[in-house]
């Protein structure tokens, strides 16, 4: 399906939900909110989705704080909408309200997408916020300055402000035109890489400390366990990012993060500087992603799920 076709579809629509993904980041909160200000100008009803807290760093965006769980969701809707997840099980507990209607959309950029709706556009771009940027200009909406902060949040997140190998020259050239529409580069930029509280700090210091190497330093392991976030008074949403310092190491081509989120089970987060397709590695867990960046859900003891994914990284260096 193209994306001319889902504009057509999305007209037509008076009252949607638009879900994002568990652990919200960047990318999927700058989408669903662009787009729900979008349709909302095209005099659609529109309800934001998500089973996870959405973090306040976001609250600057209009309409990050507006997100409601799907067991608090009633009513009919002409469609449910998703953006920026992958698979089934990004969408945590919210799958099981997604799944139950029969007009859905899946708009995303991971080259893992399982093509789970009923109208599918995936398209391989550095953010999906760059997705929505076409879609919206597709819809024929003016860009207003709310519109194209949440625009820039996704595109300055995923692209670690520019300076992963996923930027190109189109991600640049989306930003250009979102700053002309008013989007606050500076300021997204403080709020999202120079903006912290004392806990995430005291957390991140922790973390890093005691990152450990492997394979002559080829891999790093970074780890996060639910002692460190209550001796830190800190929430599991502040290690966003914390994945990026283990790559800066010279020597490190793979950086792997786990997150424990439940008894014997962990959130898993790889990034690659290019040797390793981590989103292979990640496939094999039921996760996915992109080639240099993507997650799983492994349950299991620590030190065997280190030992695995090590293991999986030493067959494809």
Do not use: W
């Not at 638009?18 to 919200?24: D, E, G, L, Y």
């Not at 879609?135 to 003016?142: A, K, N």
């Amino acid at each position: 399906m193209t994306l001319n076709e889902i504009a057509s579809k999305l007209k037509k629509l008076k009252n949607v939900v638009i879900f994002s993904h568990n652990r919200p980041d960047g990318d999927t909160i700058g989408c669903a909110t662009a787009l729900k200000l979008a349709l909302e100008k095209l005099g659609t009803n529109v309800v934001l989705c998500c089973n996870a807290l959405v973090p306040e760093k976001f609250f600057y965006i209009k309409g990050a704080n507006e997100y409601k769980n799907s067991k608090d969701i009633r009513g009919e809707f002409d469609a449910f909408i998703a953006v920026d997840c992958s698979c089934e099980s990004m969408f945590d507990t919210a799958y099981s309200l997604f799944r139950t209607h029969k007009n859905t959309f899946n708009i995303d950029h991971h080259i893992s997408n399982t093509h789970y709706a009923k109208n599918n556009y995936v398209e391989d771009t550095g953010a999906c916020c760059e997705i929505i940027y076409k879609l919206i200009t597709i819809l024929g909406v003016e860009i207003c300055s709310d519109i194209a902060n949440s625009l820039l949040l996704g595109l300055v997140t995923d692209t670690g402000n520019f300076g992963h190998s996923n930027a190109t020259s189109n991600t640049l050239y989306c930003a250009s035109k979102l700053m002309e529409k008013g989007a606050n580069l500076c300021f997204t930029v403080k709020k999202m890489f120079k903006d912290q509280s004392r806990e995430r700090a005291a957390l991140y210091t922790r973390v890093i400390s005691n990152m450990q190497y492997y394979l002559d330093g080829q891999v790093a392991v970074i780890v996060t366990n639910k002692k460190d976030l209550e001796d830190c008074n800190a929430v599991d949403n502040m290690t966003e990012g914390f994945i990026d310092f283990p790559l800066t190491v010279r020597t490190v081509e793979v950086a792997i993060s786990l997150l424990e989120v439940g008894n014997l089970q962990y959130k898993i987060s790889f990034r690659s500087k290019g040797k390793v397709n981590v989103n292979e590695i990640a496939s094999l867990y039921g996760g996915g992603g992109h080639v240099l960046a993507s997650g799983a859900m492994l349950k299991g003891y620590k030190e065997d799920i280190i030992d695995k994914l090590v293991y999986n990284v030493k067959q494809r260096l």
